[in-house]
């Protein structure tokens, strides 16, 4: 923890308001065919998975690594705009009416990779962790709930 510092950071809050847009759309405005509205059968781990959230938001936004690199194209830059174009792609299919397998993992992974690459990126370990743990909770909760 020596090597962090308490600092807003406001690229790592906008970076999640960015992949939360769809979210908010999807919330006024319901999709054809829009089964991500049904009851989930995974609560217990939708309350771990919203604890992790919160978690992950709070250590982007707050925890800061003096060892990190103020370089703003690296690859895992790239990554993360890559995982945000496949994280819009999805949602863009969700609402042509598109419900498959893909479409559920593309509305699931891309977006928390995105994150994890960043903090990757920010060399921000402190957030890998709760991101990951919401990561596995989110991949769980996608497959009980819209694959299985």
């Known amino acids: 923890m020596k090597k962090y510092r308490l600092s807003f950071d406001i690229r ?6 960015v992949i939360m847009i769809p979210n ?3 919330f006024a405005v319901p999709a054809p065919n829009d089964i991500l509205r049904a009851e989930s059968m995974t609560a217990a781990l939708d ?7 919160v978690s992950m938001v709070v250590a ?3 925890f800061s690594n003096q060892e990190r690199s103020e370089t703003c194209f690296t690859p895992w830059t790239v990554a993360v705009f890559i995982c945000c174009l496949l994280y819009f792609a999805s949602w863009i299919a969700y609402y042509l009416g598109i419900v498959n397998v893909s479409v559920i993992l593309g509305l699931t992974i891309p977006p ?9 990126d920010r ?4 957030a890998v962790v ?7 909770c989110h991949l769980i909760y996608a497959i009980v709930n819209y694959i299985i």
């Open 12 to 17: 790592g809050l906008l970076l999640f308001l």
């Open 24 to 26: 908010f759309i999807w």
């Open 47 to 53: 309350t771990i998975a919203s604890v992790c959230q």
């Open 60 to 62: 982007l936004c707050i």
């Open 112 to 120: 928390c990779l995105s994150l994890l690459f960043y903090a990757i």
């Open 123 to 126: 060399k921000n370990m402190v």
């Open 130 to 136: 709760p991101i990951s743990i919401f990561t596995i």
